[in-house]
């Protein structure tokens, strides 16, 4: 399910799928994504490449697009690949560049940037 919030500039992704289930934060404000996969119980944070990223208003619609029209090509489909490295617990610091919605979503969990 995705959730938009326009107000605050924030998307929601919760993808329910038994052992590859996850929750994304696309914090437009903050220009940063999180990933939350519950099988690695980690985070996963990235910051928002324009290039790549779709605008929050382009995103309802691709979301539209791809329920009604199954198999809608679009060359904005993003695919992420994390190198597993060093993880951070984090910290006021990186809580306050992230903003409180990922910092919910992220709390207590290793952090991979």
Not at 57 to 63: F, K, M, N, T, V
Request: glycine letters at 6%; a positive charge; proline letters at 4%.
């Amino acid at each position: 399910t995705m959730t938009i919030d326009n107000k605050d500039n924030i998307v929601e992704v919760h993808v329910r799928s038994g052992v590859y289930s996850s929750d994304t934060i696309f914090d437009y404000s903050r220009g940063y994504i999180a990933t939350r996969l519950f099988s690695r119980n980690a985070c996963f944070i990235m910051k928002i490449n324009k290039k790549y990223i779709p605008e929050l208003q382009e995103i309802g619609r691709l979301a539209f697009e791809r329920k009604t029209m199954k198999t809608v090509y679009s060359p904005k489909n993003v695919w992420a690949q994390f190198q597993s490295g060093h993880s951070v617990f984090g910290d006021i610091k990186e809580w306050l560049l992230y903003g409180k919605p990922i910092e919910q979503l992220c709390a207590g969990l290793p952090l991979y940037q």
